[in-house]
Nanobody, 127 residues
Framework: QLQLVESGGGLVQAGGSLRLSCEAS????????MGWFRQVPGKEREFVAG????????SYGDSVKGRFTISRHGFNNTVALQMNKIERADTAVYYC????????????????????WGRGTQVTVSP
């Protein structure tokens, strides 16, 4: 059972930057597609960014394109989400997700496609 632990959330001013990390418990981390999602109360979980297990393919939600960057670091089983030019609308709980796949370039965008989830980390953006 893969376990995911997010970190790096907190309070940030609009226009600032924040870096989220997700650490996976499985040392065969390279076989997992990874994604970041976010959710606010009363709304559906929203796709933020995804990265293939090979690292060559990435995808971003429209609202974060050009501002957020997803990356993965196999040596320490982590996936990072670099958030720049943060906006008030980015306030949410951010979740890390994973799914094992045999295809190195696959990127997944729908929550139901992922099998493993972290507990989330809160990001709050102040004016």
């Amino acid at each position: 059972q893969l376990q995911l632990v997010e970190s790096g959330g907190g309070l940030v001013q609009a226009g600032g930057s924040l870096r989220l990390s997700c650490e996976a418990s499985d040392r065969t981390f390279s076989g997992y597609v990874m994604g970041w999602f976010r959710q606010v109360p009363g709304k559906e979980r929203e796709f933020v960014a995804g990265i293939s297990w090979g690292g060559a393919s990435t995808s971003y939600g429209d609202s974060v394109k050009g501002r957020f960057t997803i990356s993965r670091h196999g040596f320490n089983n982590t996936v990072a989400l670099q958030m720049n030019k943060i906006e008030r609308a980015d306030t949410a709980v951010y979740y890390c997700a994973a799914k094992w796949t045999a295809f190195p370039t696959t990127v997944l965008q729908a929550p139901y496609e992922y099998d493993y989830w972290g507990r989330g980390t809160q990001v709050t953006v102040s004016p």
